[in-house]
């Protein structure tokens, strides 16, 4: 069974990197995944902050050895558990310019008991085609981790659901 699929768009000097991903969880869970600090250091990073709103910010760390990193991004649009979209104002790689922009943008469906989570990144282009074959590559890893945590929170919530109804006593008959 395949979990993601892959478009890339060569238009220059804009290139588009298009996931799609069916995770066997509620769409409740992956928004949240998506958009609550306590979620995000579970799957994403090391630590972050969210304000998940029109106007609100993103801000993600990220610990590589003895160094770190830091992206912050707007949220554009935001529909709860539907879409989000939002715009990285640094990436780490420094804050982006009015010309240069890089925007993330989900939209999430609940279709046959699982959740269809489409991801574009639409960004400048990078340098080197080298490069943005990493970056639709470290898509792939993101987002499996993402399917992974999600399908882990809905197996452990059902597990918790179900032992608390069968430890209830029985009714008196």
């Given amino acids: 069974?395949?979990?993601?699929t892959d478009e890339v768009s060569e238009k220059s000097p804009i290139k588009q990197i298009k996931k799609r991903v069916w995770i066997k969880a509620s769409a409740?869970?992956?928004?949240?995944?998506?958009?609550?600090?306590?979620e995000l250091v579970r799957w994403f990073c090391d630590r972050a902050s969210?304000?998940?709103?029109e106007g609100g910010e993103l801000s993600?760390?990220?610990?590589?050895?003895?160094s770190s990193q830091k992206g912050r991004a707007v949220f554009t649009h935001l529909i709860p558990g539907e879409s989000m979209e939002l715009l990285w104002i640094d990436d780490g790689q420094g804050a982006h310019?009015?010309?240069?922009?890089?925007?993330?943008s989900y939209e999430i469906k609940s279709k046959s008991g699982m959740t269809e989570?489409?991801?574009?990144d639409t960004g400048d282009s990078p340098s080197d085609e080298e490069t943005f074959a990493f970056l639709d590559q470290g898509w792939n890893s993101v987002l499996l981790e993402l399917k992974d945590y999600c399908e882990r929170r809905e197996r452990?919530?059902?597990?918790r659901s179900h032992s608390k109804s069968s430890s209830k006593p029985a009714a008196p008959k």
């Fill in 60 to 66: 993600a760390h990220w610990k590589t050895g003895k």
């Fill in 156 to 159: 452990s919530a059902k597990l």
């Fill in 117 to 120: 989570l489409v991801m574009i």
């Fill in 50 to 53: 969210c304000d998940a709103r």
């Fill in 1 to 4: 069974m395949t979990f993601m």
């Fill in 28 to 38: 409740e869970v992956v928004y949240k995944a998506l958009t609550e600090s306590k």
């Fill in 97 to 104: 310019t009015k010309s240069s922009a890089h925007t993330l």
